[in-house]
């Protein structure tokens, strides 16, 4: 089956600093890959998307590049600030799959805790 | 601006109780889906719903049913609340039929059952 694994926090930095999240994923198919952020006490929100390989994503400063010969969406950004703490959720879409339910497969989060 | 409702946010009811959470989108997307997220902030897919009259289980078994009346509207519901059920249930649309395309989510109803 589909599975995403992605690093456990929490993820402490400090402002301006380097951020790599790591994302491997586990697919039979030829997934979509999503990452998304949820702010306390809201719904997630999509932060960027790549649909095939070697694509990246990129928004707000963030970006992540489709590695399918590591099966991985490392989700990256250059100089981080105290309003991108959140949790993080990699992410696929499978349906090309063949079976199994519809939807998207998160990995477990990473709490994000970027202080001044 | 993706424009999905849900209602209540909040809810703290006790054991026994029936209870109905709902989501309601205005975007006219075919595609609905309830994740349960747990206190360890994992997601799970426990319903979706192609479209109406359509409705599916998810990977995580779920006492929970769900409806599809309408296209707009996606409602949850428990017939006889556990505290095992205490938990954020999420509710999300996307347009079309592809794995493509994003999925947009509902702010979360958290619900406690004493």
């Known amino acids: 089956g589909n599975s995403v694994t992605q690093m456990e926090g929490p993820v402490t930095l400090s402002e301006e600093a380097f951020l790599t999240i790591n994302c491997t994923y586990t697919?039979?198919?030829?997934?979509?890959l999503f990452w998304y952020v949820q702010y306390p006490g809201e719904g997630l929100q999509l932060l960027l998307k790549?649909?095939?390989?070697?694509d990246k994503g990129s928004n707000k400063g963030f970006e992540a590049t489709y590695r399918k010969e590591t099966t991985s969406f490392h989700l990256e950004k250059g100089s981080v600030q105290v309003s991108d703490s959140a949790v993080y959720f990699c992410?696929?879409?499978?349906?090309?799959?063949?079976?199994?339910?519809?939807?998207?497969?998160f990995g477990k989060g990473t709490h994000l805790i970027i202080q001044p | 601006e993706a424009d999905i409702y849900q209602t209540p946010r909040y809810l703290v009811i006790g054991t026994g109780k029936k209870i109905t959470l709902e989501c309601s989108q205005t975007?006219?997307?075919?595609?609905m889906y309830w994740y349960q997220q747990d206190p360890g902030m994992e997601l799970h897919l426990i319903h979706y719903?192609?479209?109406?009259?359509?409705?599916e289980k998810g990977d995580l078994s779920s006492e929970s049913t769900v409806s599809r009346i309408r296209t707009e509207h996606f409602p949850l519901t428990l017939e006889s609340a556990r505290p095992s059920h205490t938990s954020q249930y999420l509710c999300?649309?996307?347009?079309?039929?592809?794995?493509?395309?994003?999925?947009?989510f509902g702010p979360g109803t958290r619900l406690t059952v004493l």
């Open positions: 719903s192609y479209g109406v009259n359509s409705t």
């Open positions: 975007m006219g997307h075919d595609k």
């Open positions: 992410a696929l879409s499978d349906p090309w799959s063949g079976g199994g339910a519809d939807g998207l497969t």
């Open positions: 999300a649309s996307t347009p079309g039929r592809y794995g493509t395309d994003t999925q947009y």
């Open positions: 697919a039979t198919g030829y997934p979509s």
């Open positions: 790549a649909t095939k390989a070697d």
